[in-house]
């Protein structure tokens, strides 16, 4: 299934989890992809799974922190010219940090927004006078549950994908006359960078009870990243055609 071929497509987040997977699912489909991320230690790794695959011939990595307004410009500018023009963009950068609200410092705050909303705004921005030139072009974004159900000790994170969301429809309605589909997945229950190890970091005092709804009710226990690139897959290419303005849960039915 080539439903990428010829396609040129821009995804941060790249170095790792829901990005990386994205990242891998499109160069199998026979996209072109240029991966950024602020990690270069997991670019490298992203990378090399492409050469493992037979697809790094299409692939270019790019060093790139969406939070900050120069690096976004002339990186979007250079996977631009890298690619010859641009049909997608995936905003999949983001980070979870985890604090009782009352304590929540406004750096952490402030951290939160800068990445997951700011960043996804700037690259955005920067990206839509290519996208409107391209073929068929689409934005996917990531919001997440949280945006909608409650997720304890995710005040910044949950205000966030809430602002992703509500900014997703804004550009879809914008450009939508213009040819332009923009759409934001809500993962949830998603086994990933973010959602393991020391990603979260719920404080040490966290009341897991408060978690005792967020259980998938398919499966055995959390996806795997490819779960929700497959997904992303989709709505980038013409399966998507008619989808636009609207966000795609993919929990498990951890929130039916």
Do not use: W
Not at 67 to 90: Q, Y
């Amino acid at each position: 299934m080539n439903r990428y071929e010829k396609r040129r497509v821009l995804i941060t987040g790249a170095g790792s989890g829901i990005g990386r997977a994205t990242v891998h699912r499109v160069l199998a489909e026979g996209g072109t992809v240029v991966a950024a991320d602020v990690d270069e230690a997991g670019l490298r790794e992203t990378y090399d799974r492409a050469v493992a695959d037979g697809t790094a011939g299409r692939l270019t990595t790019s060093v790139l922190d969406v939070s900050d307004e120069r690096s976004v410009t002339e990186g979007v500018a250079a996977a631009v010219a890298r690619l010859g023009g641009l049909d997608v963009l995936v905003n999949a950068a983001g980070i979870l940090r985890c604090e009782h609200t009352h304590r929540t410092g406004l750096d952490l705050f402030n951290r939160v927004i800068a990445v997951n909303l700011t960043g996804t705004f700037l690259m955005t921005r920067e990206a839509l006078p290519a996208l409107l030139a391209g073929d068929r072009p689409v934005v996917v974004n990531f919001s997440s549950t949280s945006a909608n159900f409650a997720h304890p000790y995710m005040a910044a994170y949950a205000a966030s994908k809430g602002g992703i969301q509500a900014m997703t429809h804004t550009i879809a309605a914008e450009y939508g006359g213009r040819g332009l589909r923009a759409v934001a997945v809500a993962p949830g229950s998603i086994a990933s960078g973010m959602t393991t190890g020391a990603g979260p970091g719920l404080p040490e005092d966290a009341d897991m009870r408060l978690f005792a709804k967020l259980v998938p009710a398919i499966g055995e226990g959390f996806a795997a990243p490819e779960t929700v690139a497959g997904v992303v897959a989709m709505l980038g290419s013409e399966d998507g055609a008619f989808i636009t303005g609207t966000e795609i849960r993919i929990d498990g039915g951890t929130h039916y």
